[in-house]
């Protein structure tokens, strides 16, 4: 038999579908798509992808930098103006970091095997751009000519003389040989290992980018194999003995790192803000060419609304391009830089995937809610996955709610899908979560290419990025002129999903304990997701002036309704 409580949800839940479920946020974020659907083409997105996906980029190299100055120059055009030669009233600005790094840059310029006797090269960075592991130093200009040693595992490699000889190995991971090449005079390391989730039966020529770690007293080499590549070879050994021609041009150099930091000042809260984040490194086209190229192209349709007189935004929107997650949390950390507080962030990482090529979907990675400690029903990880959490971990808060609705807005309109994973972390939203600011991730996975060099132009879709940077644009434009209307809105929303969070695992959990589960780690479960949606209608708070008590015990008494309708088992 239900329970009353249970029989209100059911009932709530009726009421929330015809009203607030259907249309939660309609009112509040038609305006700003009519604005920016028209503007958003995905042009310049595009545009900047294809000039950045050419390089190999990490922190200070050429690639990297090249990016940099390229976003400045869009940024000036469409309006923004170097920090030190702007007017205090002066509203779109943006500047350039610069920092000393603790070691130096690195690119490969061109690299090669090539099997003795045989007529044409094993692997060429011409076809494999990722085969040299990043910090490899070079060869000498002839190459260096070895006879390849099958390293079976590591205790087979700690009985062998490998001096002058090159490691291969497809058992044994690369810390381990690049242990016997400093030690044991090995030559260097030929490896491979690809992720089943990469498909290496199906991309025969992929390469998944690998490092080294940088050694100036003990400079070496390493080169990551594809399957074919490595099949190959492994027939040549099972004919007997195998030398290869190993030839490597590399540029280690000392540099700076820069960061690109672009500021849309608020015309009433200037000093509260929402701060978008994406990394320039990495030498993919969709990772993460596109999250650089879509938050340009977001950062140029700001300025031009604004200056046409379509758009005012209350509070501060800020865009930051760096170092993957280091650049991100020291602009967290080094608040002196910055006058703002920041409200919000939000992570564009492999934005603009052509999904029938990937097979990759576009997700949202939310901030750590229970999903993230019990996965079930269709909450589902990725196949990069995610380290089991608690419930002390979890980060209840409006904004997964409310991107999510969003993002399923612009999906219904586009015809595109959208979809949620449970917190996973490893990219630039993670910085802004450790230092309690809510924070999510927008992205692509399970991608076949991911960090392959087959990870290229072709690719990448204009019309994702155009999808992706029109749904972000809205969600932050109606984040920083909220106001009264905007907290109704979410309150109507959070209850909404509420209801339907707690209906969706009772009748998890009813099947759970049918199938002998307990019911008393059942009913943890459906008492942890009403505290955190108690908690994250509470986090709505954040968006009602200090002094405005009405709205404080409206959005107390809502969260209080949450708790009482908690179903019991």
């Known amino acids: 038999m239900k329970s009353p409580s249970f029989l209100s949800i059911v009932f709530l839940l009726i009421t929330f579908n015809t009203s607030a479920q259907k249309a939660p946020l309609q009112k509040l974020t038609n305006p700003y798509f009519k604005l920016v659907r028209p503007e958003f083409n995905g042009d310049l997105a595009y545009e900047t992808v294809a000039f950045v996906e050419q390089y190999w980029r990490i922190a ?32 779109f600005t943006y500047r350039i970091e610069n920092r000393k790094m603790k070691q130096p840059t690195w690119e490969p310029v061109s690299c090669s095997v090539k099997i003795v006797g045989a007529n044409e090269n ?29 390293i079976e595992s590591k205790n087979a490699l700690s009985s062998l003389d490998v001096k002058g000889k090159i490691l291969f190995s497809d058992q044994v991971d690369y810390t381990t040989l690049q242990a016997a090449v400093g030690k044991n005079g090995a030559l260097g390391v030929l490896t491979y290992d690809m992720p089943e989730y990469l498909q290496p039966e199906k991309n025969t020529t992929s390469i998944q980018f690998r490092s080294l770690r940088y050694d100036k007293k003990n400079p070496t080499w390493a080169m990551a194999l594809s399957l074919e590549a490595k099949e190959k070879l492994k027939t040549e ?7 290869v021609l190993v030839k490597a041009e590399t540029k280690i150099y000392d540099s700076e790192e820069l960061t690109v930091v672009a500021n849309v000042k608020g015309s009433e809260l200037p000093l509260e803000s929402l701060v978008f984040s994406a990394h320039i490194q990495e030498p993919g086209a969709n990772d993460n060419a596109t999250g650089v190229g879509t938050q340009l192209e977001m950062a140029t349709i700001t300025s031009n609304l604004i200056q046409k007189g379509k758009l005012n935004l209350k509070r501060t929107l800020t865009f930051l391009w760096g170092d993957e997650i280091i650049s991100t949390r020291r602009y ?13 962030g939000i992570s564009l990482d492999m934005v603009g995937e052509n999904t029938d090529l990937t097979g990759g979907t576009f997700l949202i990675e939310k901030m750590p809610d229970p999903s993230a ?42 015809d595109w899908l959208v979809k949620s994973n449970p917190f996973e972390g490893g990219s630039d939203h993670t910085p802004f979560l450790q230092a309690g600011i809510p924070g999510l991730l927008l992205w692509h996975f399970t991608d076949q290419f991911y ?18 940077g029109t749904a972000a644009l809205v969600s932050a434009f109606a984040l920083l002129n909220a106001d009264k209307k905007t907290v109704n809105h979410m309150m109507s929303l959070i209850a909404a999903k509420a209801q339907i969070r707690l209906l969706t695992e009772v009748q998890l959990s009813k ?26 209608m509470d986090s709505i708070k954040d968006l009602v002036p200090e002094d405005d008590e009405k709205t404080f015990r409206r959005i107390t008494l809502a969260k209080e309704a949450i708790k009482a309708q908690v179903p019991q088992l």
């Open 60 to 91: 200070g190299n050429t690639g990297f930098n090249n990016t940099v100055f390229r976003i400045a120059e869009k940024l000036e055009a469409a309006g923004y103006i170097l920090e030190e030669k702007a007017k205090q009233t002066d509203q």
């Open 122 to 150: 094993l692997l060429s960075s011409e076809t494999n751009r990722n085969m040299i592991y990043q910090y490899s130093s070079s060869t000498p200009a002839e190459g260096i000519t070895g006879e390849v040693v099958y």
């Open 237 to 243: 050994l099972a004919k007997g003995k195998v030398e």
């Open 332 to 344: 967290i950390e080094e608040k002196e830089k910055r006058q703002t507080n920041i409200n919000w």
């Open 373 to 414: 400690i019990w996965t079930r029903g269709e909450d589902k990880h990725s196949e990069w996955g995610g380290a089991p959490m608690t419930v002390e971990q979890m980060k209840p808060h409006y904004l997964n709610d409310f991107i999510l609705t969003n993002f399923e807005a612009q999906g219904t309109h586009a």
């Open 451 to 468: 960090h392959t060099d087959n990870d290229r132009l072709d690719k990448v879709s204009q019309k994702t990025m155009q999808n992706v």
């Open 511 to 536: 099947k759970a304990i049918a199938a002998g589960g307990s019911k008393e780690d059942e009913q943890k479960i459906i008492d942890t997701w009403a505290d955190y949606y108690a908690k994250s």
